[in-house]
T-cell receptor, first 113, second 115 residues
Framework: AQSVAQPEDQVNVAEGNPLTVKCTYSVSGNPYLFWYVQYPNRGLQFLLKYITGDNLVKGSYGFEAEFNKSQTSFHLKKPSALVSDSALYFC???????????FGKGTRLHILP | EAQVTQNPRYLITVTGKKLTVTCSQN?????MSWYRQDPGLGLRQIYYSMNVEVTDKGDVPEGYKVSRKEKRNFPLILESPSPNQTSLYFCASSSRLAGATDTQYFGPGTRLTVL
């Protein structure tokens, strides 16, 4: 079965430190990969995506993600965390030649002042 | 302003009373989708639509219906709601044209409680 895993329910990082939110996937073919963020009482907002090309993609608010085909991972990173980055982060996959979208369960990111 | 709107934002109802949650987008997107968000389960796709009159099941379609009579609207229908459909629902849309970003734009969400 096709799936997306976000192995950490919660990640705590001190402000100013680098952060990583992990995502691995299990789908056939070459998928489209996305990260979305959800702030409290809000809908989801797009952060970044990988379709093809350079494995390192840059997105909104200073976030970036690295596509690793051999490890089937798409981890979200930021060099220096801000308190305002505290939110719920979702990894999503659109399998190749499929119209469905599969989301991970989400990772709650806490940035500690 | 490009946006996806949902109505109502909050709804409390009783078991078995039919309800409809509306979704509308003003970006001329082909693809529209409904998700439910539950604690510990993330977002799960209920139904999606590739274009007018084209709909398909997502991962959790049981107990739901949809229709796509117009490109901008994609209502979610619960004909006989049950308490296990208590959830936060999101509508989303994206462009699937060649070269499009395939980025989904989400509505603000509808919090549904079924008693």
């Amino acid at each position: 079965a096709q799936s997306v895993a976000q192995p950490e329910d919660q990640v705590n990082v001190a402000e100013g430190n680098p952060l990583t939110v992990k995502c691995t996937y299990s789908v056939s073919g070459n998928p489209y990969l996305f990260w979305y963020v959800q702030y409290p009482n809000r809908g989801l907002q797009f952060l970044l995506k990988y379709i093809t090309g350079d494995n390192l993609v840059k997105g909104s608010y200073g976030f970036e993600a690295e596509f690793n085909k051999s490890q089937t991972s798409f981890h979200l990173k930021k060099p220096s965390a801000l308190v305002s980055d505290s939110a719920l982060y979702f990894c999503a996959v659109r399998p190749y030649r499929d119209d469905k979208i599969i989301f991970g369960k989400g990772t709650r990111l806490h940035i500690l002042p | 302003e490009a946006q996806v709107t949902q109505n109502p934002r909050y709804l409390i109802t009783v078991t078995g009373k039919k309800l409809t949650v509306t979704c509308s987008q003003n970006m001329n997107h082909e693809y529209m989708s409904w998700y439910r968000q539950d604690p510990g389960l993330g977002l799960r796709q209920i139904y999606y639509s590739m274009n007018v009159e084209v709909t398909d099941k997502g991962d959790v379609p049981e107990g739901y219906k949809v229709s796509r009579k117009e490109k901008r609207n994609f209502p979610l229908i619960l004909e006989s709601p049950s308490p296990n459909q208590t959830s936060l629902y999101f509508c989303a849309s994206s462009s699937r044209l060649a070269g499009a970003t395939d980025t989904q734009y989400f509505g603000p969400g509808t919090r549904l409680t079924v008693l």
